[in-house]
């Protein structure tokens, strides 16, 4: 099974801050990689697929880069509603998340 | 729009079973694959298990070890997850979410709480 690690598990960050956070897949899973934000009690919603193709809807301060193994999320101008949990999500062969990154207020 | 809506969740005793329903609706439901996955409380998320369309390919995390079974009824627009043998540590959020193969998870349920307690 491939397996996905998330790093950092937790941040602190300030607003208008820019936040990287990094995915490594334990084997190569090409582009087949998507980026969500869940906030508590709310349901996860997708930021990023494709590894780099941004939802529609989602602020452009949003973006992913990578392939292969080796995955960012990086979210410029954080603003107060980005203060959430991220999680990435492999879909290359079943599928694994990303333990999760909280982004918390500095 | 699409809409996936999760129900049978509840309070179930340890050994006990359950069965978790999902409707979609607003998408061509037979055209997907659909995947469970759960969220303990205060925990990540954790992919349960994915079902194709046709129900050819039928996928589970090893950590089930045998005791969920995933299936769907296409001429009802509908998705199950068979739990058997629940433990504690099986409490959680159950999501019914699409999958895309070329996008991943790209819908959601609002989820269905399980919570396997004596």
């Known amino acids: 099974d491939i397996q996905v690690t998330q790093s950092p598990s937790a941040m602190s960050a300030s607003v208008g801050d820019t936040v990287t956070i990094t995915c490594r897949a334990s084997q190569d899973i090409s582009h087949f990689l998507a980026w969500f934000q869940q906030k508590p009690g709310k349901v996860p919603k997708r930021l990023i697929y494709?590894?780099?193709s941004l939802q529609s809807g989602v602020p452009s301060r949003f973006s992913g880069s990578g392939s292969g193994t080796e995955f960012t999320l990086t979210i410029s101008n954080l603003q107060p509603e980005d203060f959430a949990t991220y999680y990435c999500?492999?879909?290359?062969?079943?599928?694994?998340f990303g333990g999760g990154t909280k982004v918390e207020i500095k | 729009e699409v809409l996936l809506v999760e129900s049978g969740g509840g309070l179930v005793k340890p050994g006990g079973s359950l069965r978790l329903s999902c409707v979609g609706s607003?998408?061509?439901?037979?055209?997907?694959?659909m995947n469970w996955v759960r969220q303990a409380p205060g925990k990540g998320l954790e992919w349960v298990s994915s079902i194709s369309g046709s129900s050819s390919k039928i996928q589970y995390a090893d950590s089930l070890k045998g005791r969920f079974t995933i299936s769907r009824d296409n001429a009802k627009d509908s998705l199950y997850l068979q739990m058997s043998s629940l433990r504690a540590e099986d409490t959680a959020v159950y999501y019914c979410?699409?999958?895309?193969?070329?996008?991943?998870?790209?819908?959601w349920g609002q989820g269905t709480l399980v919570t396997v307690s004596s």
């Open positions: 979410a699409r999958d895309d193969y070329y996008e991943g998870i790209d819908y």
């Open positions: 999500l492999q879909h290359k062969n079943h599928l694994t």
């Open positions: 494709a590894a780099s």
């Open positions: 607003g998408f061509t439901f037979y055209a997907y694959s």
